[in-house]
């Protein structure tokens, strides 16, 4: 069963910067889709960046330019490097795999852009 662990969440100043970081684990198709997804209080759950084992990346317009996706395909990690973050950004954010089967979602890491 493939497990998402999220890390590197928190609270940040307007303007700050924090890095998300997302490890997956057990048994994964080599071919597949990593990103982050995110859900303000009383929004619905929205598309932040997603990168796919080749490099490949998808970027939402709210937030091209600010932030950054990576992956270590070696260590089955996304990154999620936010920079120039607003209190727009406030939210948990959400790990995601697609590959063959269901798609698969860490438990969450909240982001809070305050001063």
């Known amino acids: 069963q493939v497990q998402l662990v999220e890390s590197g969440g928190g609270l940040v100043q307007p303007g700050g910067s924090l890095r998300l970081s997302c490890a997956a684990s057990g048994s994964i198709f080599r071919i597949n889709v990593m990103g982050w997804y995110r859900q303000a209080p009383g929004k619905q759950r929205e598309l932040v960046a997603t990168i796919t084992s080749g490099g490949n990346t998808n970027i939402a317009d709210s937030v091209k330019g600010r932030f950054t996706i990576s992956r270590d395909n070696a260590k089955n990690t996304v990154y999620l490097q936010m920079n120039s973050l607003k209190p727009e950004d406030t939210a948990v954010y959400y790990c995601?795999?697609?590959?063959?089967?269901?798609?698969?979602w860490g438990q969450g890491t909240q982001v809070t852009v305050s001063s």
């Open positions: 995601n795999l697609q590959t063959l089967g269901p798609w698969v």
